[in-house]
């Protein structure tokens, strides 16, 4: 079977300033069809480094990182706009577009995909309806409380089909008991859709909650667990 | 992403900062309007100039003059001391393609009537071939303009019996008025009068022009001979067989030579072309004045979009996470100053037309307006002309000077890198 994502001895530099900074420092991953992986790890250990160039926002100073087989250093801009297309990204501040109500906001990753008005309208509904927000799909990010927003931000990133769901703290600013609820709607989105999974966290026990999880530390991955 | 979306996102940022927008929008019409504005008045007065320059001056006529005379002057004739006398018209009849010429004098005398002064313009032609010449202008209104006149015989303009276009008359048909003229070169200076008998009035001609004026009084050419003692006349108009090009170029020549190339001889057409060549110039100078405040608009523009840049680096980061091209976001920038461009250009051209109408009642009905009704001469009127090269230019120049301007900062939004942007605070 072959991994949708997988990365080879992959490093990121940054410059801060004129100090090179290694956030990865040669990490080794696969991702298989229908996993939900957790990314477990402290502040600055490069876990949203690494989800930033499997979500190619960013791309790799060396190693090799191939989405679907193919090695993203080799796609240049549009092609990787495109690429991103087909990657539903959670963030831990939701991102939403604020003049935007909820269902535009699901249908904007659509009209970016040229889907056709009427068509984009249909399934912004149906995914409101999925994460449990149809009722509010009138309202404004600044009407709507953080668990609802992330709901949204969830249904954005599943609006066109995506190949796998990039999670950056998912659940990092919202209380415990909607975090707990957006939990069991990921896991949920995993199971019953089989859409694959890379969720990077501090929390252990939502790490527990994952198929799978891996540990980072200083820029490279020290263990695997599997739950 | 579709054109159509494109637009509407574009739209959506535009709408939500209304103010902001409307602001950048004004600097716009602003600058469309005063362009649209001084294009189409300058247009509308060379219309109206042409016009009465065509009515007044036959295109197959000729106007001789020493080249320092009060009618037509031209720089560079110089002072000779040449001068033109009124036979020498039989010189010039003789020239091939002359169909008839005519001697003018005029001097700036007085009409007394009922104990009141006016200032006029004495002008002394041969009056059958003067209305020859100006079929459409030298027309009477009221009473005749007989043929063979008699010595005192006396044509007025229609400001000098009707000065202050009301039912008062200063003089009429059939009334006997009094001409002076000083003879400011006989030492003492004198003054010279006699009574003339009005025979017609004529029927308004308009502002100005170069053939009959409404100002100016009409006596025999016999009789301005004598009263202005003199047969030195200020110009010879001649009429031509015909009005092409080529009958005006030989015809002007073969009368420069004929009197030794003292003589300046000047034709509709050159009037006209200088005329065209002065208001090309002046629409350039105004149009560029405008333009400028366009440009200050375009620096507006940018300004915001940079502000808007930087206010929306998160923004543009979410959409390119969420796969924009670069291009897209490119376009969306272009294209929120193209609408604002837009709005402005035809907001503008609308405002221009409307400030150029209301200019152009304020100059004709200054009168009126400034309750100066006595003026003499009235306004001249100019219905301002909004041409499809100006309308259709204000508005590629207003959308083009906010595309130009934004698309600095919309080159910097579509160079964004996605994460950087969506790291930004």
Same mark, same amino acid.
């Given at each position: ?227 | ?71 037509? /002057? ?60 100006? /079929? ?277 939004? /579509? ?11």
């Amino acid at each position: 079977m072959t991994a949708i994502v997988e990365a080879v001895n992959l490093k990121k530099t940054y410059m801060l300033g004129k100090v090179p900074v290694e956030a990865l420092r040669g990490v080794n991953l696969k991702v298989e069809s229908g996993d939900f992986l957790a990314v477990l790890g402290p502040s600055g250990s490069g876990k949203s480094t690494l989800l930033n160039l499997i979500g190619a926002l960013d791309k790799p100073t060396e190693g090799k990182l191939l989405i679907e087989g193919v090695d993203v250093s080799t796609l240049n801009d549009n092609q990787l706009a495109g690429l991103r297309r087909r990657v539903g990204f959670v963030f831990q501040f939701f991102n939403l577009i604020p003049r935007f109500t909820a269902r535009e906001n699901v249908e904007l990753s659509m009209s970016i995909a040229d889907i056709d008005r009427a068509e984009r309208r249909k399934q912004a509904e149906d995914l409101l309806e999925t994460v449990g927000l149809k009722e509010r799909m009138n309202h404004k990010p600044a009407e709507l409380s953080g668990g609802e927003q992330q709901r949204v931000a969830i249904a954005r990133a599943l609006a066109n089909n995506p190949r796998f769901l990039l999670m950056d703290e998912p659940t990092g600013n919202i209380d415990s008991k909607t975090a707990n609820e957006i939990m069991g709607l990921i896991k949920r989105i995993n199971e019953e859709k089989g859409v694959t999974i890379i969720m990077v966290t501090h929390d252990q026990r939502l790490a527990t909650q994952a198929k799978r999880a891996v540990q980072m530390f200083d820029g490279v991955i020290t263990r695997e667990i599997v739950n | 992403m579709k054109s159509r979306d494109v637009f509407s996102y574009s739209f959506s940022a535009i709408r939500l900062r209304k103010l902001r927008a409307g602001l950048t929008t004004l600097g716009v019409v602003i600058g469309i309007a005063a362009i649209v504005a001084l294009l189409s008045i300058t247009q509308g007065l060379q219309a109206t100039i042409t016009a009465q320059l065509q009515k007044g001056f036959a295109t197959n006529t000729l106007i001789v003059s020493t080249g320092r005379s009060s009618g037509v /002057s031209i720089i560079g004739a110089g002072d000779s001391g040449f001068k033109l006398f009124v036979n020498d018209t039989q010189t010039i009849n003789e020239i091939e393609n002359v169909s008839m010429s005519l001697a003018i004098i005029q001097r700036v005398g007085y009409v007394q009537f009922g104990g009141k002064n006016r200032t006029v313009t004495i002008v002394g032609v041969d009056f059958a071939k003067y209305a020859s010449i100006y /079929s459409s202008t030298f027309v009477a209104e009221s009473g005749d303009i007989p043929q063979s006149p008699e010595n005192d015989t006396v044509v007025v303009g229609k400001r000098i019996s009707d000065p202050w276009k009301n039912a008062t008359l200063f003089c009429n048909v059939n009334d006997d008025v009094e001409i002076l003229w000083t003879n400011a070169t006989a030492r003492p200076p004198k003054n010279e009068t006699y009574a003339g008998h009005v025979s017609a009035v004529l029927q308004e001609v308009g502002g100005f022009g170069i053939g009959p004026s409404d100002s100016s009084i009409y006596i025999p050419i016999s009789k301005a001979e004598s009263f202005f003692g003199t047969d030195e006349c200020d110009m010879i108009i001649v009429k031509l067989k015909n009005d092409d090009t080529a009958t005006i170029d030989s015809t002007s020549k073969a009368i420069r030579n004929a009197f030794d190339k003292q003589v300046t001889v000047m034709s509709s057409t050159a009037v006209l072309n200088i005329l065209s060549s002065v208001f090309s110039v002046v629409q350039l100078f105004l149009g560029g004045i405008a333009a400028i405040s366009l440009l200050v608009a375009g620096i507006g523009i940018m300004n915001i979009m940079i502000v808007s840049l930087m206010e929306r680096t998160r923004e543009i980061g979410i959409l390119k996470a969420l796969g924009m091209k670069s291009q897209t976001v490119l376009t969306v920038f272009l294209g929120e100053s193209a609408i604002i461009g837009l709005m402005g250009a035809v907001i503008g051209i609308a405002s221009g037309w409307v400030l150029a109408n209301v200019v152009a009642i304020v100059f004709h009905g200054g009168g009126v307006f400034f309750g100066n009704q006595a003026a003499g001469t009235g306004g001249i009127s100019i219905t301002p002309v909004l041409t499809p090269t100006v309308f259709l230019g204000a508005l590629v120049f207003g959308v083009g000077v906010s595309v130009i301007f934004a698309l600095y900062p919309a080159w910097r939004a /579509s160079k964004l890198k996605p994460v950087e942007a969506l790291r930004y605070e």
